[in-house]
């Protein structure tokens, strides 16, 4: 197991004062230290700011670009790997949807700064115009980045709260800074389930293994905690994959006893990692569920070339885990209204089901359905573009702007 991030959340200003950020380096130094010391390696240190729009309240969207670039200068100068300047908060009838539109220009801008946009909120509803403005900026960044490889960072967020320690979710709910910690653990679901006798030896083992790793990774914590004063926020255990075997979590739900990830039995396999997840004791943020990201799993990528399984499975699986839609590899002339109604689809359970869910659509220009993606990327394994049906949902969107469900 690996730490995927250690995520300090905090709030900046604009212009940004750079005044804070030696004491960010001196922490991300000291967090890579002390968990390597407890044989934790660390991936990547990030950085979540407030929801920009607030940052630039003043200023406008046009600032957005130049905010971004500064924060990812500041923060390569601090031994920082990626930041977040947060979401459009645009999930109640009267959000400014203006910034939304300024989200291409900053991932053109950047190589490393993440942004996103909440469409729907328990308590609130759907907002229609704003998934649709996510529809068209996600089919802007597809055609004006290298392989659409910009919509990496970009998520559209149904039901999520500040706290999260994954990209693309992470933004910081204000005051003082505090941090997070997330995992790359899908390895210790392979490790529990080939080793089991039966189901019970199976949820003991990876149960046991999560609560043995969270105590090492709690104990580093508290440590930051006294050494800094920045408040831990929790670990957000999802099972996140690396795409090599060992690391997938598809190849541990196929060691599990499913034939093939995507056949029949895996709903149950994913609700089983999930509930081994929740009987670990440990203090949990943001997901801690069972992550699903087509591209960034080896299994699961190769699982696309046999066509095991479609969107339709994916949203299934995420009613008990509780996830999303990650790195989607789409068409490239997928229409833009049935992005919108995917982003529908994500945002409705999200509420029904009361549950956080994100979606990281990414169209491929020059691709179609059930030919192979060429990206050449550490964290990605190749797989197939995955089919659409052609068709939205047009007549819902030019009925309603904002509904309450």
Same mark, same amino acid.
């Given at each position: 197991m690996r730490i995927r991030s250690v995520t300090l959340g905090t709030d900046v200003s604009y212009p940004l004062y750079l005044d804070g950020f030696s004491e960010l380096e001196s922490f991300q130094e000291r967090a890579r230290s002390l968990f390597g010391e407890a044989g934790l390696e660390v991936q990547t240190v990030r950085l979540a700011t407030q929801p920009f729009p607030e940052i630039l309240a003043s200023e406008g969207p046009a600032a957005a670009p130049s905010l971004a670039q500064t924060l990812e200068t500041a923060c390569h100068e601090h031994g920082i790997d990626y930041c977040s300047i947060g979401p459009v908060i645009a999930a109640a009838p009267d959000s400014d949807l203006s910034f939304i539109d300024a989200i291409p220009d900053v991932i053109r801008a950047t190589e490393a700064a993440f942004a996103s946009v909440l469409?729907?909120?328990?308590? *609130?509803? /759907?907002?229609? =115009?704003?998934?649709?403005?996510? *529809?068209? /900026?996600?089919? =802007?960044?597809?055609?004006?980045?290298?392989?659409?490889?910009?919509?990496l960072r970009l998520a559209?967020?149904?039901?999520c709260g500040p706290g999260s320690p994954f990209f693309p979710v992470s933004y910081h709910q204000g005051g003082p800074t505090r941090f997070a910690v997330a995992t790359e653990a899908a390895d210790l679901a392979v490790e529990a389930f080939e080793g089991a006798r039966d189901l019970e030896e199976a949820h003991e083992r990876l149960r046991d293994a999560i609560e043995g790793h969270a105590g090492r990774i709690e104990r580093v914590a508290q440590a930051l905690e006294e050494a800094f004063g920045f408040d831990f926020g929790g670990i957000d255990f999802s099972l996140a994959p690396f795409p090599e075997r060992e690391r997938s979590i598809g190849h541990a739900i196929e060691a599990l006893g499913v034939d093939a990830f995507g056949t029949?039995?895996?709903l149950f396999a994913v609700a089983f990692v999930k509930r081994a997840i929740e009987a670990a004791r440990f203090e949990r943020c943001g997901f801690s569920g069972v992550m699903l990201p087509v591209l960034e799993d080896r299994t699961m990528a190769e699982r696309t070339v046999d066509g095991t399984y479609g969107l339709d499975s994916l949203l299934l699986y995420s009613t008990v885990c509780g996830t999303g839609l990650d790195t989607i590899p789409l068409p490239g002339d997928v229409a833009v209204e049935e992005l919108g109604a995917i982003l529908l689809d994500v945002a409705t359970l999200s509420l029904v089901a009361e549950k956080p869910l994100t979606a990281r659509l990414m169209p491929i220009p020059g691709l179609k359905a059930g030919e192979l993606t060429e990206f050449e990327f550490e964290y990605f394994a190749n797989g197939c573009v995955m089919g659409t049906r052609g068709m939205g949902a047009s007549g819902i969107f030019e009925r309603g702007g904002f509904w309450r469900l």
């Open positions: 469409v729907s909120e328990q308590g *609130a509803g /759907i907002n229609l =115009d704003a998934i649709s403005r996510c *529809a068209d /900026i996600v089919a =802007d960044i597809a055609h004006s980045t290298p392989n659409g490889f910009g919509n559209v967020l149904a039901n029949s039995g895996t």
